[in-house]
């Protein structure tokens, strides 16, 4: 459920033209709906209404302040994988203690940041780090809770390259290393061993792919509490997939809730997600425009204004996206195969082969459907190219919640060294 339809021929979100956000911003531009957030937080927050439940959203998917900030608004916390995403939920007005600090590699300074900020939970994921972090917390007089991120040796997600609870990946410790590892903990001076975690992968369609893991996070929670223990939290991550195509029907977030209840049954916990893909995925389309139409050995390349540094699903996991036309096709328009491709100079820039689209031409404006989640956070300025605008769009409101840098922007944090002879 999206907020994303044809009125009066054009494709509008919520209120607002996406012609008019093009006129405003310019191409290639991101842009959010505010309702659609809304909607997708509280269906999942409403599902948990009777139980102490953190609903920490993943910020990796869209870090952008406006988006983040919206979901703060409605109470939602923050899972974080870097100092500065924990600054932009803090920035965004996330409470300190509705944060968890998740990623394998957290570096002294972004455990302090942490510390200092007195975030809910870190999210420990080998005993090197949890040494660390208990030298710095008693360093600094304090006591970090933690929560192993338990790696369950199941295979899930939607894709090789976004599946993350198998042997073979770096995430988590191993399912058989949890007892001596919550022991480890209990005898370090700056960790509190309050929880488990999980998190098994992205774009997962089936809520029974997670049913394997989470039963074994309750039965550790159940062991480690038998043997004294005071674990009074379960993570059980994000990863609940959301339809790229029609036809594509992942299990719905009350059937995700209704799992969840079931597993953890009569368990006294708090309960924690970290939804990521499920918040932002349908809530933002990225607009582009036609530059050119090439016609070339019997193939036609659509060449747009977007390319793989402004949204690299396609390239990074062969991710399908939905292309449609702002402006809705002639009646009786035929629709034939093009290859949709971007300005840059690689070949993996393109997002579509032989897509069946109707008549494109140059200036014609497209919006790839639901970029909300992985579209802006994972662009780059490769080929120098300023990084991708965004707005937000609330009823008939627009907002430009992250402005295309300038030309002088984007060089200013660069310089020739002093040895090169200046003109
Ligand atoms: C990426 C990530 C998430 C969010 O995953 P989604 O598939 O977007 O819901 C949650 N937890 C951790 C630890 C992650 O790395």
């Not at 907020?3 to 979100?13: D, P, Q, S, W």
């Not at 932009?88 to 996330?94: D, N, P, Q």
């Not at 802006?376 to 300023?386: E, G, I, K």
Request: negative net charge; proline residues 5%; contains cysteine.
């Amino acid at each position: 459920m999206h907020h994303f339809a044809y009125r009066n021929g054009v494709l509008h979100c919520e209120d607002v033209s996406l012609e008019a956000v093009a006129r405003e911003l310019g191409t290639p531009a991101y842009v959010y709906s505010d309702a659609t957030l809304r909607r997708h937080y509280s269906v999942l927050a409403d599902a948990f209404a009777n139980r102490n439940v953190l609903i920490a959203y993943a910020v990796k998917a869209n870090s952008n302040l406006g988006v983040i900030a919206t979901l703060a608004e409605m109470g939602a916390g923050a899972d974080v994988v870097s100092g500065g995403e924990l600054m932009k939920a803090m920035e965004a007005g996330v409470p300190a203690n509705r944060i968890v600090f998740s990623g394998v590699a957290k570096t002294a300074e972004e455990m302090k940041i942490g510390l200092t900020r007195g975030i809910h939970q870190f999210n420990v994921e080998s005993l090197p780090e949890l040494h660390r972090l208990s030298k710095i917390a008693s360093e600094m007089g304090k006591r970090a809770p933690i929560a192993f991120r338990v790696n369950p040796h199941v295979e899930a997600g939607g894709h090789a390259h976004i599946s993350t609870g198998s042997a073979e990946h770096k995430f988590g410790i191993a399912w058989h290393e949890a007892d001596a590892f919550y022991d480890e903990a209990s005898r370090l001076p700056g960790i509190d061993p309050v929880g488990i975690a999980v998190h098994i992968g992205s774009q997962i369609m089936r809520v029974e792919q997670f049913r394997a893991a989470w039963e074994k996070v309750v039965a550790l929670v159940r062991r480690l509490r038998d043997r004294g223990f005071a674990i009074s939290r379960v993570d059980f991550g994000g990863g609940l997939g959301v339809p790229y195509k029609d036809g594509e029907d992942p299990d719905s977030p009350l059937v995700y809730a209704n799992q969840a209840r079931d597993v953890l049954g009569s368990l006294d916990v708090q309960l924690i997600f970290e939804p990521g893909r499920l918040i932002a995925g349908n809530a933002g389309v990225l607009i582009s425009k036609v530059e050119y139409i090439k016609e070339r050995d019997g193939r036609t390349f659509v060449i747009l204004d977007a390319g793989m540094n402004d949204l690299m699903r396609p390239a990074l996991y062969s991710a399908y996206h939905e292309v449609l036309p702002v402006r809705t096709p002639a009646l009786g328009a035929t629709r034939s195969p093009v290859d949709l491709v971007g300005p840059i100079c690689e070949s993996t820039d393109r997002f579509a082969k032989d897509r069946s689209m109707p008549p494109l031409h140059e200036g014609d404006l497209v919006a790839f459907m639901t970029a909300g989640a992985y579209g802006a956070t994972l662009s780059s300025q490769y080929n120098s190219r300023p990084l991708v605008a965004e707005a937000l769009v609330r009823g008939d409101a627009c907002v430009v919640v992250r402005r295309r840098p300038t030309f002088d922007e984007m060089i200013a944090l660069e310089r020739a060294p002093d040895w090169i002879a200046s003109g």
